[in-house]
Antibody, heavy 123, light 110 residues
Framework: QLQLQESGPGLVKPAETLSLTCTVS??????????WGWIRQPPGKGLEWIGS???????YYNPSFKSRVTMSVDTSKIQFSLKLSSVTAADTAIYYC???????????????WGQGTTVTVSS | QSVLTQPPSVSAAPGQKVTISCSGS????????VSWYQQLPGTAPKLLIY???KRPSGIPDRFSGSKSGTSATLGITGLQTGDEADYYC???????????FGGGTKLTVL
């Protein structure tokens, strides 16, 4: 059974770079079918898609983050990562790593979610 | 301000049926397929419906989805107290080139 586990600092200073890693267990990250992604949820608010990446490096980023976000996949460690630069208090949120797939009708579906990790941006 | 519009809250009694609406535009719901996610209190969201009306393995048929034009609807029958959660709709937006979500609807089972 696939499991995703986020890890990384819970506190990041303003203007610094937020770095998170998601460890995949129970399945291969080299799938020709699945993408791997990140979604965040600010306190008391809704969901926001950050982006998704294929194991080969092909990626889709939310234009709202595009200039600040970098995603990568490390197949040897069976992990994928998120880097978000120049953070502000508005980036405070629960960050979820997810497995995604493109359905037959070209919709990007998030079918497995990690438990989430809380990141606070504060000095 | 979310791209997709959902009612902030809905409520119904145990055993009853409830529907949750999700309204969008031609750049998202009107030309793409909708997913629904359930977020129980204090937990991560879970995929409930995808491609408008398909249920992943393990999701009971009490949950259903439909779409018409630029709106989608999640239906839940035989309501249980365990269904109390936040429900989110989501889809791809062609203009934004991004996955977009509704603001979420809190379901209360009275």
């Amino acid at each position: 059974q696939l499991q995703l586990q986020e890890s990384g600092p819970g506190l990041v200073k303003p203007a610094e770079t937020l770095s998170l890693t998601c460890t995949v267990s129970g399945d291969s990250i080299n799938s020709n079918y699945y993408y791997w992604g990140w979604i965040r949820q600010p306190p008391g608010k809704g969901l926001e898609w950050i982006g998704s990446i294929f194991y080969s490096g092909t990626s889709y980023y939310n234009p709202s983050f595009k200039s600040r976000v970098t995603m990568s996949v490390d197949t040897s460690k069976i992990q994928f990562s998120l880097k978000l630069s120049s953070v502000t208090a508005a980036d405070t949120a629960i960050y979820y790593c997810v497995r995604c797939f493109w359905s037959t009708y070209e919709a990007l579906i998030m079918d497995v979610w990690g438990q989430g990790t809380t990141v606070t941006v504060s000095s | 301000q979310s791209v997709l519009t959902q009612p902030p809250s809905v409520s119904a009694a145990p055993g009853q049926k409830v529907t949750i609406s999700c309204s969008g535009s031609s750049s998202n719901i009107g030309n793409n397929y909708v997913s629904w996610y359930q977020q129980l209190p204090g937990t991560a969201p879970k995929l409930l419906i995808y491609d408008n009306n398909k249920r992943p393995s393990g999701i009971p048929d009490r949950f259903s989805g439909s779409k018409s034009g630029t709106s989608a609807t999640l239906g839940i029958t035989g309501l249980q107290t365990g269904d109390e959660a936040d429900y989110y709709c989501g889809t791809w937006d062609r203009s934004l080139s991004a996955v977009v979500f509704g603001g979420g609807t809190k379901l209360t089972v009275l």
